[in-house]
Nanobody
């Protein structure tokens, strides 16, 4: 069983910052990439950011480029999302996900194998 546990969500004013963390645990599993997605009320889940587990490649949705930074700690099998200059439209439940083997585009949730339960981020105006 693979478990992903997100933390760090909360309520913040517009312009503020939050740092999300995601810890992976459980049986040994391969990790090709980890990512963050989000789902706002009444909307579909959307890609936010991804990082390959080796090397330095990262990928971001246009809506968060320049404001959010994804990073990882391979030894601890953790991934982080530093969110700065938050906007009310960033309000959503944020999920982390693992792609165990290369399955295609990092932007599509169907290519990820394991998901966390999510952490709520609320940005007030």
């Amino acid at each position: 069983q693979v478990q992903l546990v997100e933390s760090g969500g909360g309520l913040v004013q517009a312009g503020g910052s939050l740092r999300l963390s995601c810890a992976a645990s459980g049986r040994a599993f391969s990790t090709y990439a980890m990512a963050w997605f989000r789902q706002a009320p009444g909307k579909e889940r959307e890609f936010v950011a991804a990082t390959k587990w080796s090397g330095t490649m990262t990928y971001y949705a246009d809506s968060v480029k320049g404001r959010f930074t994804i990073s990882r700690d391979n030894a601890k099998k953790m991934v982080y999302l530093q969110m700065n200059s938050l906007k009310p439209e960033d309000t959503a439940v944020y999920y982390c996900a693992v792609m165990t083997y290369y399955s295609g585009s990092y932007y599509y949730e169907a290519n990820y194998d394991y998901w966390g339960q999510g952490t709520q981020v609320t940005v007030s105006s």
